[in-house]
């Protein structure tokens, strides 16, 4: 049973560049949300997806947008890059039509590097 | 908006201690979720408390909710290097997890 996964692992980006991070949720999963972790701190909510739509935002400015697919999968984007978006972006998918009353299944992550 | 305090922030051990990690919340709590981090690594899910007083092991862990759910913490006997890792309390808000900071637990062999 395939966990999340998420591609690329690692990326290098220059400021003002765009970049697109994909995920696919675990195997009967079919939300998909978007996390932050910048580095010592505790993940921070970006948005989440449910049927191909956002269901709910975090605080997280515009230049961040993101897709869900008919597969459940879903991509983050984010325009204009800052040196202050370098973080490590992780994927959570979890059951139960969204619920977020179960725990959610982390993928590895993407780590974003911004110079 | 809800927010959660996470302490200690740090907690160097020798193998064999206990060690204990506490959240506090300034509002009443649906339920609360336990997530661990290794170093390098993603979160895990733990564990979720639900109900006000309860109490749930996994091994050597001990989780536990208060009385008033305003509160919870997570109890180890005798850690070992394989415990090694940031702990987060997380709490349900709508659809989105709000995160604590974390407690870095290190572990000396």
């Known amino acids: 049973d395939a966990g999340v996964t998420q591609s690329p692992t690692h990326l290098i980006k220059t400021r003002g560049q765009q970049v697109t991070l994909r995920c696919s949720p675990k195997?009967?999963?079919?939300?998909v949300s978007w996390y932050q972790q910048a580095l010592g701190q505790g993940p921070q909510f970006i948005f989440q997806?449910?049927?191909?739509?956002?269901?709910q935002r975090g605080n997280f400015p515009d230049r961040f947008s993101g897709h869900q697919f008919p597969n459940y999968s879903s991509e983050l984007n984010v325009n204009a890059l800052l040196l202050g978006d370098s973080a490590l972006y992780l994927c959570?998918?979890?059951?139960?039509?969204?619920?977020?009353?179960?725990?959610?299944?982390f993928g590895s992550g993407t780590r974003l590097t911004v110079v | 908006g809800q927010q959660v305090m996470q302490i200690p922030q740090y907690q160097h051990v020798q193998e064999g201690e206990d060690f204990t990690t506490y959240c506090n919340s300034s509002?009443?709590?649906?339920?609360i979720q336990w997530y661990k981090q290794r170093p390098g690594g993603h979160p895990v899910f733990l564990i979720q408390l639900v109900k006000s007083g309860e109490v749930k092991k996994q091994k050597r862990l001990t989780f536990q909710f208060g009385e008033a759910k305003k509160n919870s913490s997570l109890h180890i006997t005798a850690t070992q290097t394989t415990d090694v890792g940031t702990y987060f309390c997380a709490l349900p808000r709508g659809n989105m997890l709000t995160f604590g900071g974390g407690t870095r637990l290190m572990v000396k062999p």
């Open positions: 195997s009967g999963h079919d939300t």
């Open positions: 997806y449910y049927e191909e739509e956002e269901r």
């Open positions: 509002t009443t709590l649906s339920n």
């Open positions: 959570a998918s979890n059951p139960g039509q969204g619920s977020v009353g179960y725990g959610y299944t």
